[in-house]
C-alpha cells in the first residue's frame, strides 16, 4: 500500500497545468514564467504529481480565515 502526501490535511493540494492553462496564468498576472516563485523537481509533491522542469504547478491552500487562496509556482531542477 502506497501512501500519499495529499491524504495528509496539512499538504496542500497541488495541480500540474496544461500548457493552455499555463499561458493563461502568465497573461493573467502580465509575468514570464521565470518571475514565478521556485519549486524544486526533488519536492516530494512534485515528484508525485509527475511535474518536469518548466512546469506551472497549482497550489491551493485551505484556511479557516481567508478562505481558499492560491498560488503558482515554477518547477526548476534540484
Do not use: C, W
Request: net charge negative; charged share 35%; no cysteine.
Amino acid at each position: 500500500m502506497k501512501f500519499s502526501l495529499f491524504d495528509h490535511e496539512l499538504v496542500p493540494r497541488h495541480i500540474l497545468l496544461g500548457e493552455e492553462e499555463s499561458i493563461e496564468v502568465l497573461k493573467t498576472y502580465n509575468i514570464d514564467k521565470k518571475m514565478l516563485p521556485k519549486i524544486k523537481m526533488s519536492d516530494p509533491a512534485v515528484k508525485e504529481i509527475g511535474a518536469k522542469p518548466g512546469d506551472i504547478i497549482k497550489i491551493i491552500r485551505e484556511s479557516e480565515t481567508a478562505g481558499q487562496s492560491e498560488f503558482f509556482r515554477l518547477v526548476i531542477e534540484g
